[in-house]
């Protein structure tokens, strides 16, 4: 298991900077750093910080 996360941080590391800087991204937009994710919930402020809640993954 440890070996697949540190695979998949490899990975978006390896991309992040290139979606970061891509011309068709919007300046301020939820997204991860690389890949995808589900559709944010909602935006919740705790201690001081705003946070994005994605939605959880629906397993049929």
Do not use: C
């Amino acid at each position: 298991m440890k070996q697949n996360i540190e695979k998949a941080n490899q990975s978006v590391n390896k991309v992040k900077d290139d979606i970061r800087n891509h011309h068709w991204r919007l300046r301020y937009h939820v997204s991860p750093q690389a890949y995808w994710m589900n559709d944010p919930n909602g935006f919740t402020y705790f201690k001081g910080e705003y946070h994005v809640l994605p939605a959880p993954p629906v397993f049929a």
